[in-house]
Structures are given as structure tokens and as C-alpha cells.
């Protein structure tokens, strides 16, 4: 084993975060909803409108830099989310778009969630577990051989182990580095105050 003791830094301006690819092969046991009946639902966005789908997209992922779909332009993400081989669902709740759930079915029999994620106020109050069990339920009707998620050092701080509970398995890592998009204006100075912005100025 080789220990390496050192570092490397990142220009001024930029963010980083080891991300990790997880798996699974077999549908699971569904988990437990500790939830109201009613109390959640979704809807799939047929072609979504871009700025309803960038609304909620910002909205759920403002706070852990979810950045990458806000920075393309109208034609780039229009190429992406109104491809037939994607899905794109809300999470509704009190009559609300609340969350939101991408399912990318273009590389079938692999099958890959692209985005799962509630707002903050309903974080710890059964959506995140209700919407994982309906991403389940809807990629393993087609039987894909494969489906797969990631996450990074960015997000949420359980949203590894929820993924793990859900019966996925990590197979690697990688490391993401990218222009913090809060000094582009792409994101507002104040989002995700846990990671500080550098500018070195």
C-alpha cells in the first residue's frame, strides 16, 4: 500500500469533489415509506419546459452545487432532457413541485438516475425514500441489465448512505474539478455556504 502524503491545490476559483459511482444488478426489496398515503405523488414532465425544469432543478439542488444543467444553453439542455430515452418526473407534495427525479434510459439495458432530489424542507420527512422507491419501480419495469447513481463529496452528507441502504454498490471513484459557479453567476454567492467560496483575492 502506498501512502502518498501530499496535496494539490486547486486555482482560485475553482471547487472539487470525489465522486462515487454505485451500482446494482437486481431489483431490491423496496423500503419501508414511513409516509401518509396521499401525502406524496409524482408526475413525469412530457418535454419539459426549460425554465420550469430549471426552476425545480435549481431549487432542490441550489444548496449542494448542483450547477451542470443551469449552465448549458437552451439548445444543449433542450438535446438532453426532450430525448425520448429520457425521463424527467416531479415529486409533488401539498400541491407543490418539490423534488425531482431523472431517469436516462439511452444507454439501455443500462440504466443510470441522472438527478434524485427533494428541497430542503422535506429533507428527513420520507420524500427522499419515497421518490428512490418510485425511481426503482419505474427503471426496473423495463428489466435493464444495469442501473446506476452517483454521488460526491458535495452533496448531501447522508446521500451516500442512503444509496448504499438502497441496496446500491459503489465500483470507483473519480475526482470532479470545476469553475466554482457561484462566481460565473450561475449559482447565487450565498448557495451552498458549507463549501466557501475562494477567489484569492
Known amino acids: 500500500m502506498t501512502i502518498r502524503d501530499e496535496f494539490t491545490l486547486l486555482p482560485p476559483g475553482q471547487i472539487a469533489a470525489i465522486v462515487t459511482h454505485l451500482e446494482m444488478h437486481a431489483k431490491p426489496a423496496l423500503r419501508k415509506e414511513y409516509v401518509k398515503p396521499g401525502e ?10 426549460l425554465d420550469a425544469y430549471r426552476a425545480i432543478y435549481r431549487r432542490v439542488g441550489e444548496n449542494w452545487l448542483w450547477f451542470s444543467r443551469l449552465a448549458m444553453d437552451d439548445e444543449t439542455l ?13 415529486l409533488r407534495h401539498r400541491g407543490k413541485d418539490e423534488g425531482i427525479l431523472e431517469i436516462d434510459f439511452r444507454r439501455f439495458p443500462e440504466v443510470e438516475i441522472s438527478f434524485l432530489g427533494v428541497v430542503d424542507t422535506l429533507l428527513g420527512k420520507g420524500a427522499g425514500r419515497y421518490l428512490m422507491n418510485r425511481a426503482l419501480e419505474i427503471a426496473w419495469a423495463r428489466a435493464p441489465k444495469r442501473l446506476t447513481i452517483h454521488t460526491c463529496t458535495l ?5 451516500l448512505e442512503f444509496y448504499l441502504k438502497t441496496g446500491f454498490s459503489p465500483y470507483s471513484r473519480s475526482i470532479e474539478i470545476a469553475d466554482d459557479p457561484r462566481l460565473a453567476g450561475i449559482l447565487p454567492r450565498k448557495a451552498a455556504p458549507q463549501v466557501p467560496v475562494i477567489t484569492g483575492l
Open 155 to 159: 452533496d448531501h452528507p447522508r446521500a
Open 78 to 90: 433542450a438535446a438532453i432532457i426532450h430525448d425520448p430515452g429520457v425521463e424527467v418526473h416531479i
Open 40 to 49: 406524496y405523488a409524482i408526475r413525469r414532465m412530457n418535454r419539459p419546459e
